[in-house]
């Protein structure tokens, strides 16, 4: 069983502060890696994406892989009261099955 | 352009009623997927259509069927609704097979008494 881990929070930081989020994964073969954000009520959307060990920077989002340790994270720089929302992990199920698993997500909420 | 649409948006059903969820996406996309999601247990994959005319389970099956009708549309079918049902359900969609980036719908809120 493929498996994807974040901590569910919630997490909470001060607003202008930096946000990080973490996800671990269990299948090497894993390639593909997405982050998602979920508001309340509504339906996941795409924030990031990230395929290369490293970092890659989008705005105020960077995202960060560690394929040897299997580990993914999320920052959020200069965090607003509107980035308060649930944070979606999601990676691929390696091979050729088209499917991604998703992590149970992190709440963080950002206070004023 | 619309993206991913699903209907209804909400519905009440009784223990042993049917119905079927319907999902289209106007992407030209390849992939589409259902999803449920209750509260602590993140997104679980019901059913997904790697590409029209095939489809596969996943991984919490039992008590749906699905139908890819065509490219555009994957319906998703309770035939005896049960409590344990109730949930929202997510429809998604990707380019696929190697671009896994998926689009999701507005989410349908199913409550089953």
């Known amino acids: 069983q493929k498996e994807v881990e974040q901590n569910s929070g919630p997490l909470s930081v001060p607003e202008g502060a930096i946000a990080s989020l973490n996800c671990t994964y269990s299948?090497?073969?894993?390639?593909?890696f997405f982050w998602y954000r979920q508001y309340s009520g509504k339906s996941p959307e795409l924030i990031m994406s990230?395929?290369?060990?490293g970092d890659k920077e989008d705005g105020r989002f960077t995202a960060q892989l560690n394929k040897a340790s299997q580990y993914v994270s999320l920052l959020i720089r200069d965090s607003q009261p509107s980035d308060s929302a649930t944070y979606l992990c999601?990676?691929?199920?390696?091979?050729?099955?088209?499917?991604?698993?998703f992590g149970k997500g992190t709440l963080l909420t950002v206070n004023p | 352009n619309a993206g991913v649409t699903q209907t209804p948006k909400f519905q009440v059903l009784k223990t042993g009623q049917s119905m079927t969820l319907q999902c289209a996406q106007d992407?030209?996309?390849?992939?589409m997927y259902w999803y449920r999601q209750d509260p602590g247990m993140g997104l679980r994959l019901i059913y997904y259509?790697?590409?029209?005319?095939?489809?596969d389970k996943g991984e919490v099956p039992n008590g749906y069927n699905v139908s890819r009708l065509n490219k555009r549309e994957f319906s998703l079918r309770l035939e005896s609704a049960a409590p344990s049902q109730t949930s929202v359900y997510f429809c998604?969609?990707?380019?696929?097979?190697?671009?896994?980036?998926?689009?999701f719908g507005p989410g349908t809120r199913l409550t089953v008494t």
């Open positions: 998604a969609s990707s380019e696929g097979p190697t671009a896994l980036r998926q689009y």
């Open positions: 299948d090497r073969v894993s390639q593909s």
């Open positions: 990230i395929y290369s060990n």
């Open positions: 999601a990676v691929d199920s390696g091979g050729s099955n088209y499917k991604l698993t």
């Open positions: 992407m030209n996309h390849n992939s």
């Open positions: 259509s790697a590409s029209e005319g095939t489809t």
